[in-house]
T-cell receptor
Framework: AQKVTQAQTEISVVEKEDVTLDCVYETRDTTYYLFWYKQPPSGELVFLIRRNSFDEQNEISGRYSWNFQKSTSSFNFTITASQVVDSAVYFCALSGRTGNQFYFGTGTSLTVIP | ETGVTQSPTHLIKTRGQQVTLRCSSQSGHNTVSWYQQALGQGPQFIFQYYREEENGRGNFPPRFSGLQFPNYSSELNVNALELDDSALYLC?????????????FGSGTQLSVL
């Protein structure tokens, strides 16, 4: 079974604070892919990052960083020095070996207060 | 801008009616997927089309059907609408090369069933 859990439903932070969004996944596939998407009020899901199961290196892109740990089946997302424009719903997703279906978590709604 | 366009943006139907939603893929993409996103939930996979053939289906009844055309645009048809079909319907396109290809999403069609 494939499953993604985002336990944090809503998070509020004050601008310039750091915030970490948690993602825990379940899969029996040895090859799989993990994603983060951002959904602003417009509704369109915006791709942020993809990571495959063989690459556990952490990644940093500007104010964004991702921590992938297979040992704990987690793929957490940190925003450093948050900005009001970061306010959105963030989804973690899993794609298994067949590659044709994404399994999304329930999302974390992030509000950055000015 | 992902280049994926969906129409209409909003739609109101009554229970028992039929609806057709449309999607134009990003240029160069040969795969289209449809997702249903209920309020406060993550997107749920409906099905995927690759080269005009269904290439995987989620846990949705047969009254949800689709088409992909030679120009890779797509339609989602829902018959005998039920109140629970009220949701945001997202179309996503990709290029089917290797596993784990990221999806490019449109802004969705908000369907309300009364």
């Amino acid at each position: 079974a494939q499953k993604v859990t985002q336990a944090q439903t809503e998070i509020s932070v004050v601008e310039k604070e750091d915030v970490t969004l948690d993602c825990v996944y379940e899969t029996r596939d040895t090859t799989y892919y993990l994603f983060w998407y951002k959904q602003p009020p417009s509704g369109e899901l915006v791709f942020l990052i993809r990571r495959n199961s063989f690459d556990e290196q952490n990644e940093i892109s500007g104010r964004y960083s991702w921590n992938f740990q297979k040992s704990t089946s987690s793929f957490n997302f940190t925003i450093t020095a948050s900005q009001v424009v970061d306010s959105a719903v963030y989804f973690c997703a899993l794609s298994g070996r067949t590659g044709n279906q994404f399994y999304f978590g329930t999302g974390t709604s992030l509000t950055v207060i000015p | 801008e992902t280049g994926v366009t969906q129409s209409p943006t909003h739609l109101i139907k009554t229970r028992g009616q039929q609806v057709t939603l449309r999607c134009s893929s990003q240029s160069g993409h040969n795969t289209v997927s449809w997702y249903q996103q209920a309020l406060g939930q993550g997107p749920q996979f409906i099905f995927q089309y690759y080269r005009e053939e269904e290439n995987g289906r989620g846990n949705f009844p047969p009254r949800f059907s689709g088409l992909q055309f030679p120009n890779y645009s797509s339609e989602l048809n829902v018959n005998a609408l039920e109140l629970d079909d009220s949701a945001l319907y997202l179309c996503a396109s990709s290029f089917w090369t290797v596993r784990g290809e990221k999806l490019f999403f449109g802004s969705g069609t908000q369907l309300s069933v009364l």
